[in-house]
């Protein structure tokens, strides 16, 4: 059974291992809930930093949604990474530099209509030769199944 973690919760023992959906929140379709459904047969924990409400402008909980995603990212097993077209989503960016840059499993998928998708493409060409950029939420998410047979 998989159990989905979304902001802000933070269970002091979640089932491992687990993976986190990196991605776009705000102004892009809810693809965390596709992902899931592709993710829940072989994941126990998926880390979902989208919310149902979001208090937007409140910084309070801008700062406390921020530093969950970080600990969290820290936290998961692996990362799911998927770029959808709808955003440039900078954040998602510095996040894939920043862990391009480690050893954690990453899966990564940049839908064809991304703007900066050849950017990501060919920084993680230099970064991690060999990771595959998928071109639809799909096939990430069938990547990011086989880093769980990893662990």
């Known amino acids: 059974m998989t159990v989905v973690i979304v902001a802000p919760e933070r ?5 491992r291992p687990g993976i986190f959906l990196a991605g776009g929140i705000s102004g892009v379709r809810d693809w965390q809930r596709e992902a899931i459904e592709h993710l829940r047969p072989v994941w ?3 880390y979902n930093p989208r919310r149902a409400q979001f208090p937007m402008g409140d910084d309070t909980a801008g700062a406390r949604q921020i530093r969950w995603e970080f600990d969290q990212l820290a936290r998961a097993d692996a990362i799911l990474f998927w770029f959808s077209f709808e955003t440039t989503q900078p954040i998602v960016l ?3 530099g920043r862990w391009a840059a480690s050893d954690k499993p990453l899966a990564v998928g940049a839908d064809p209509r991304y703007e900066r998708r050849f950017d ?3 920084q993680l060409g230099l970064a991690r030769p060999g990771l595959h950029v998928h071109p639809d939420l799909e096939s990430t998410c069938a990547a990011a199944n086989i880093l769980a047979g990893r662990r």
């Not at 269970?11 to 089932?15: A, C, I, L, R, T």
Request: hydrophobic content about 35%; charged content about 15%; overall charge negative.
């Open 120 to 122: 990501v493409v060919q």
């Open 44 to 46: 126990p924990a998926v």
């Open 11 to 15: 269970p002091e023992s979640p089932p």
């Open 94 to 96: 510095y996040e894939l």
